[in-house]
């Protein structure tokens, strides 16, 4: 995979890293940006709780969005993907996804938009075989513990079943805790240990582990999305 740069999760509560890979996404014609629908997207009643006190929307990642997009994740991280990451991934046409909201009365907008709304969070995936990769899911710091995780997650999922993929697959630190439990109440299961897949704090390395879910099997038990 490229980057050959080893790229990781860090113990926030939210968070998947993974290095960006090869495997290309629909596009827009001419674009190279992937189209999201509206009704790829959970709707008002799927929102947490916080969602109802301003308007947010999902829009494409783009290269004009890197600058903040970067600011978030140096500030979310320790090891955060480079500029380089997400350009490599938009250039693979990968779905690259903004979660933006409406700036609540008094509330500092950070960083700054031209379009003043608030940039909750993104995520990035890679489309395979029946099968969809999460490669970066990220909460800015400001508005983690709010839900916005899991109303990614349901995103994603519901993208993933437009494309008729099957599995959703994703790589966690083993420390990060937080995070494997947000995966694990989602219904992620363990399926797999990567050995030395992320670096650590002097020049050690830690161990990934690798989760899967059975978006097929959620459906038909009822999972939301």
Known sequence: MTPAAPLHVLPSQEGAHQPPGETG???CAG???PVWRERDWPDAAG???RAAERRIAFEPLTEADLDAVCEVEKSAYTHPWSRKHFADSLAAGYPAM???GEALPG?????VRADGRVLLGYLVAMPGVDEVHLLNITVAPAHQRQGWARFLLD??????RGQRAQWLWLEVRASNAPARALYTGYGFQQVGIRKGY???AQFQREDAVVMSLN????RAAGGTP
Request: proline share 13%.
């Open 155 to 160: 995103a994603l999922c519901l993208w993933s």
């Open 198 to 200: 992320y670096p650590a």
């Open 98 to 100: 903004l979660l933006l």
């Open 25 to 27: 996404a629909a596009v």
């Open 31 to 33: 674009s190279g940006v």
């Open 107 to 111: 509330e500092p907008v950070h960083p």
């Open 47 to 49: 929102r947490p709780a």
């Open 215 to 218: 978006l097929v099997a959620r």
